[in-house]
């Protein structure tokens, strides 16, 4: 018997950004942030300025990374407020160091920019479909697995590139499996302007 022809249609899907800002960075700027103090952060490093983007030697960078969110916040999300930097800060994973499964909590997008050249494996970000308890798991048949199964899928960094999603998903990353350190910058943002109805009595002005 023939199989009945079936629709499959994606009802939601969820995004990530990834523009190219290498343009913007220069060489004395690489070196200003690897030159960052860096203090022990679990496994890797994390710089101890947690502000980095408010420091006048970023100011090309912190535009540029100003325009991403701008076209992010108008062309993907469709709303008319701003996403604005709250933290940021630089990352370190020396040889054979990875980072553990974690969210970014107080933040509506946050961010990663591989801000100079980067291993080779470049350790990839696997961003996980889910972040918390499963009492149920059924494993997915590889060979079936696409986006509306797939338990997670791997963004491969390159240089320059500036990579946005969701602080409320899951992502670590991969074991640094080269004999270079792995670096970049994080960040997180949070809304500014209106949101909600002055007559629903939901308005908020943050
Ligand atoms: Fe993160």
Known sequence: MAARAFDVKPLFAEPYFKTNIADAITPKQEKFIKNLKMLDNQVNKISVELYLFERPEMKSIKAAVQEALDTFAREVMGIDQTLAVTQSWSLMNPPGVGMHGHTHSNSLVSGSLYYTDLPDPPGNMIFERHNHYRQLEIA???????????????????????????????????????????????????????????????ELEL
């Open 140 to 202: 997915v048949n590889g060979e079936k697995q696409n986006i509306y199964n797939a338990p997670r899928n791997a963004v491969v960094p390159t240089k320059g590139d500036l990579v946005l999603f969701s602080s409320a998903l899951q992502h670590y990353v991969e074991v640094n499996n080269s004999q270079m350190d792995r670096r970049s910058i994080a960040f997180n943002t949070f809304v500014r302007g209106k949101i909600g109805s002055f007559r629903d009595v939901s």
